[in-house]
């Protein structure tokens, strides 16, 4: 890349822990002029001469993505940062919204994706490997879908047998949904099917339980959890504390 | 850790590039005195003097891991390596299964996953962001289940409009598998949704193609390519060359 020609990174940082970044993002967040993203997860870059910093609000993300776009037109060297990937329910999605609509001149950067470890592949690595075998994540937001199509897709997965993923599963917008979700998934899958709550994993604030569905309650979730159900072949093994949990490879 | 104890870490090497390593898994490697995995990967491992690799055949998963077990419990520090993330279609499953079965002395070494970029994400990041909204990721292998099972989830995955990723396609040993994967997929979404065949992603070897799947025939696809398939939201935005292809947040 030219010193005079803007790009454009739409990176992840990974669930949390500094070793967990690519080499990859990190390049990137070195070169860069300034960084973009929700709050929080810009804080997770240090601050250096010659690196701007844009924290912008949560739901502000095409209106942060068309900020990103903008300045990458006009030479800047800008990262957008997500926590976990950018392409599973983060910031790469909303940026090629605002492409699709941005004016002709913005298209002209270079733009590029770079992967990062996703909380799902982060909380099932501390589990286990509870998504061993075929799965599907959801997020469970309503937002941006209505509650039908999420009540949908929860049954059509337990009738497949999916190994199951769930991002965003309450918030305080929102606090009856994840309840709901709770409901449709016992009378799909028997309270006796696994459910783990990872949340913060990776950081100081980490925590992991593992039960059923039978005995989990909402209040077992917030926007930091990530919530997985195993599918009817998961199986655990004691090992004192919490148990591993695992989903084999055949069925 | 000290000294003394062995340990056993199962960790993805992503896909391929140095880059998408994380320096978790290359601290794990440096510290190691074995080296675990099917022969391909374990040569992606540069040779040190103080580490042992040990390369194995492809479906010597539970062989493998019952050696990887017990090299750990005499006191080594051991890395199962897998190519992208440990706990997608890889040997953290494995791993469980054989811990599962084996005897109660082998169950002591220190065990740890540790995540890795999937080849489904890194697929996804080179294309835009196909799995930006809810999806379903599928191995299509027949080797450890029916071939009904798959081409039901196959159905209801349509049935639940979920973005798809599927791993092994295709293999010398089933060829016919995959056309009848297509067929399926064709009847259950049109022949106009987009079908993404991503090839040895971050390698020299890389290809990618974006297609529909009426166009598609089975010979785009190795046991080497990750397949994806979009939902009935699923986009692409021409920018001369390969297209960007994106699942909208919503819907």
Known sequence: MSDRGGWLKIAGLGPGDEALITPEVSAALA??????????????????PGLVRHGSDNR?????????????????????????????FAMAAALFEALEEAA???????IQVLPGISAMLAASARLGAPLGHDFCCIN?????????????????????????????????ARPEGFGRVLRVLRDACGAGRPIMFARA????????????????????????????????QTRWIERGGMPWVYTPRSA
Request: aromatic share 6%; glycine share 6%.
């Open 140 to 172: 469970l937001s309503d937002n941006l879908k209505p509650w039908a199509l999420i009540e949908r897709r929860l049954q059509l997965a337990a009738e497949a047998d999916f190994a199951m993923a769930f991002y965003n599963p309450r918030s305080r």
């Open 60 to 88: 502000e993300e095409i209106r942060r993505a068309e900020q990103a776009l903008r300045m990458a037109a006009e030479g800047r060297r800008v990262v957008v940062v997500s926590s976990g990937d950018p392409g599973v």
């Open 201 to 232: 994993v990776s950081t100081p604030e980490e925590s992991i339980r593992v039960t059923t569905l039978g005995d989990a309650v909402p209040e077992m979730a917030d926007m930091r959890t990530l919530v997985m159900v195993g599918s009817s």
């Open 104 to 110: 002709p001149e913005w298209c002209a950067p270079d």
């Open 31 to 48: 070169d860069a002029t300034d960084v973009v993203g929700y709050v929080p997860y810009v804080e997770r870059v240090a601050p250096r």
